[in-house]
């Protein structure tokens, strides 16, 4: 059974860090693209952040320049390290997983990836 499991999520002033984490199971780690979508109250599921197996990384401009996406294949962990946070950063932030191991051309508007995780809450207050 393939398990993605986010966690890292907290309450955090503006301007401040965190580092979220999605530990896999159940799949092999390496054969997928992973990815970082984030859902804000009332709004769309948003996709913000992808990573290829071989560790290529691609943001949307909503956080380019402050968000890291990064993966370590041995420990099955895709992580997102996330500082000068602002207040409509709050969100459910999920991590999914696609099989192939590339960032497909559109990565950001999908929303039928394999699998997905349960989600772990950003709140950034101001």
Not at 9 to 35: D, E, K, P, W
Not at 45 to 54: A, F, K, L, Q
């Amino acid at each position: 059974q393939v398990q993605l499991v986010e966690s890292g999520g907290g309450l955090v002033q503006a301007g401040g860090s965190l580092r979220l984490s999605c530990t896999a199971s159940g799949l092999i780690f390496y054969n997928y693209a992973m990815h970082w979508f984030r859902q804000a109250p009332g709004k769309e599921r948003e996709g913000i952040s992808c990573v290829s197996w071989d560790s290529i990384a691609y943001y949307t401009d909503s956080v380019k320049g402050r968000f890291t996406i990064s993966r370590d294949n041995a420990k099955n962990t895709l992580y997102l390290q996330m500082n000068s946070l602002k207040p409509e950063d709050t969100a459910m932030y999920y991590c999914a997983a696609d099989f192939g191991g590339y960032c497909s051309g559109s990565w950001w508007a999908r929303r039928a990836y394999n699998y997905w995780g349960q989600g772990t809450q950003v709140t950034v207050s101001s």
